[in-house]
């Protein structure tokens, strides 16, 4: 069965500051789409989608400094793309997913405390790497993913996993002792409503931990406009500041804000560093066509990517 887009038939929304909630903004990064409507399908919403370079227009708020998109397709096309999306190629970078997971955990539990069966959630869990990992380290931990494939394949896996967004789910106030959110917030079509649910469903004292890029990084900055986070995909981009603020809003104390990289195969960054340098990515191949460097996880921190400590008090 053929699935069709659900941007097929979308429309263009026009977008206020989902922050301070004003409507005076400056480009700040012109769109690189051929056109604006019915641009996206569901392929450009994998997690592993190659099109950097690709977005409608960016731009920034002049009152609080938060850098969106603005027009984009309406939330619920966003939301029905997350659905339907289904990635395999995710699969082939479990193993280095799994060290990333394992050391964002371990930084995790250094203001959690250890699991002792206490209940966690990870939103946009995708295939329940993550949750697995919890659950090893001795957490109740459940999962929460839009994605009907994704979520199939974590259940079928034995992980405790539900199909939706967190207003569909409806979870019970104070039910959880942590939440995660590894590289969720930037798809969010309204970050701050989705953090005020997280802040009712946590438990007094609970902890939260966002990760997201960092849009004013000296790296985001050097690269200006050839930035590779500036997909299709993501419809926010936060700072530091930023970050701060929008948990704050949601009711959370911000503990701290550092930047925390990830483990890449090296076969995998060719097809990050393509889109930009086709030289240098056949390179890189041919380099992994004959050695075993590929069987080698890269350590990858580039100072662009953070993660916010958080906790409801």
């Known amino acids: 069965m053929k699935i069709e887009s659900a941007s097929n038939t979308a429309i263009l929304e026009h977008v206020i500051c989902n922050l301070c909630c004003e409507d005076d903004t400056f480009l700040r990064f ?38 969106y998109t603005d027009p984009r397709p309406r939330r619920d096309a966003i939301k029905r793309n997350y659905e339907i999306v289904e990635d395999p190629l995710y699969l082939q970078e479990r193993s280095a ?7 964002h955990l371990h930084s995790f539990e ?9 209940r966690l959630l990870d939103v946009g ?9 919890a659950n090893n380290h001795g957490w109740d931990a459940w999962g929460l993913e839009p994605s ?13 996993m539900t199909q939706g967004t967190l207003e569909e789910a409806n979870f019970l106030s104070s039910s959880f002792d942590a939440i995660t959110m590894w590289d969720v917030i930037e798809h969010l079509g309204d970050p701050l409503r989705e953090m005020r649910h997280v802040h009712r469903i946590l438990k007094p004292g609970g902890w ?5 890029m960092d849009v004013e990084s000296r790296f985001a900055k050097l690269m200006g406009s050839r930035w590779p986070w500036l997909m299709e995909m993501h419809v926010y981009f936060f700072s530091r500041l930023t970050l701060t603020k929008m948990l704050e809003a949601a009711g959370f104390q911000v503990v701290t804000v550092r930047s925390e990289g990830r483990y ?35 350590r990858i921190n580039l100072g662009d990517l953070i993660t916010a400590y958080a906790r409801k008090p």
Request: proline share 6%; hydrophobic share 35%.
């Open 30 to 67: 012109p769109s690189t789409l051929e056109e604006l409507v019915d641009s996206a399908s569901w392929e450009a919403f994998r997690c592993t989608h190659p099109g950097y370079g690709i977005h409608p227009p960016i731009v920034q708020c002049k009152h609080c400094g938060l850098v």
């Open 264 to 298: 890449l195969r090296l076969k995998y960054l060719t097809t990050r560093l393509r889109p930009y340098s086709k030289f240098l990515g056949d390179v890189v191949e041919g380099i992994t066509g004959t050695t075993e460097l590929d069987k080698i996880p890269l």
């Open 148 to 160: 009907f494939w994704a979520s199939n394949y974590a259940r079928e896996r034995g992980l405790n």
């Open 110 to 118: 250094k203001f959690t405390g250890p699991a002792q069966g206490r």
């Open 97 to 103: 997913r799994e060290l990333t997971f394992e050391k």
């Open 208 to 212: 939260i931990a966002v990760h997201t």
């Open 125 to 133: 869990a995708y295939l329940g790497v993550f949750v697995e990992i």
